[in-house]
T-cell receptor, first 122, second 110 residues
Framework: EPEVTQTPSHQVTQMGQEVILRCVPI?????FYWYRQILGQKVEFLVS????????KSEIFDDQFSVERPDGSNFTLKIRSTKLEDSAMYFC????????????????????FGPGTRLTVT | QKEVEQNSGPLSVPEGAIASLNCTYS??????FFWYRQYSGKSPELIMF????GDKEDGRFTAQLNKASQYVSLLIRDSQPSDSATYLC??????????FGTGTRLLVSP
């Protein structure tokens, strides 16, 4: 069964350093996402990406964050200057399709999550 | 104002019983609703999704949606100890992003 993969599984970095988290979405999926989960808290949306551009982002996704699809398979999240509060599990997800809007709102189809990267900023 | 609310639990049920997990959401325009299972230290695993009012069954799982009441639930029949996990309700409130609740911890005792 196809699955989303992520590397590394655990990344330790010092405050102020740049980190790149990598993801390989499911091969026929076209929509890609990053979420994060701080320990003991809920899963939070960061950004969605389609057709080589950001389609939606949250308030968390500020200028320190960027995403890229450098080739046909990888999807990356870069944090330019890490802060202590960036310590969290980062999950990549992908979705095959996105529904047409109904009553002004799109139907979001199933998003499948990767195993996550635990980022520890010291 | 919390967008997606769940009781944090734990919800304790004996093996073989029905577990009932509930979720309410605040955005009346939400169109898509998902249940994920998350084991401790692992990623969310999609187990059910529902887009229309009513019930949707898949094996031991039934998702129920009532848009008028802004309520979605998950029933797990014949609960097993391996079902012990945190169940996350997620709602699509915009174009693509999912908004998650804090999750309900389910404990199934043998």
């Amino acid at each position: 069964e196809p699955e989303v993969t992520q590397t590394p599984s655990h990344q330790v970095t010092q405050m102020g350093q740049e980190v790149i988290l990598r993801c390989v979405p499911i091969s026929n999926h076209l929509y890609f996402y990053w979420y994060r989960q701080i320990l003991g808290q809920k899963v939070e949306f960061l950004v969605s990406f389609y057709n080589n551009e950001i389609s939606e982002k949250s308030e968390i996704f500020d200028d320190q964050f960027s995403v890229e699809r450098p080739d046909g398979s990888n999807f990356t999240l870069k944090i330019r200057s890490t802060k202590l509060e960036d310590s969290a599990m980062y999950f990549c997800a992908s979705s095959e399709r996105q529904g047409a809007k109904k009553g002004g709102r799109a139907i979001s189809y199933e998003q499948y999550f990767g195993p996550g990267t635990r980022l520890t900023v010291t | 104002q919390k967008e997606v609310e769940q009781n944090s639990g734990p919800l304790s049920v004996p093996e073989g019983a029905i577990a009932s997990l509930n979720c309410t959401y605040s955005d009346r325009g939400s169109q898509s609703f998902f249940w994920y299972r998350q084991y401790s230290g692992k990623s969310p695993e999609l187990i059910m999704f529902i887009y229309s009012n009513g019930d949707k069954e898949d094996g031991r799982f039934t998702a129920q949606l009532n848009k008028a009441s802004q309520y979605v639930s998950l029933l797990i029949r014949d609960s097993q100890p391996s079902d012990s996990a945190t169940y996350l309700c997620a709602v699509n409130t915009g174009f693509q992003k999912l908004v998650f609740g804090t999750g309900t911890r389910l404990l199934v005792s043998p």
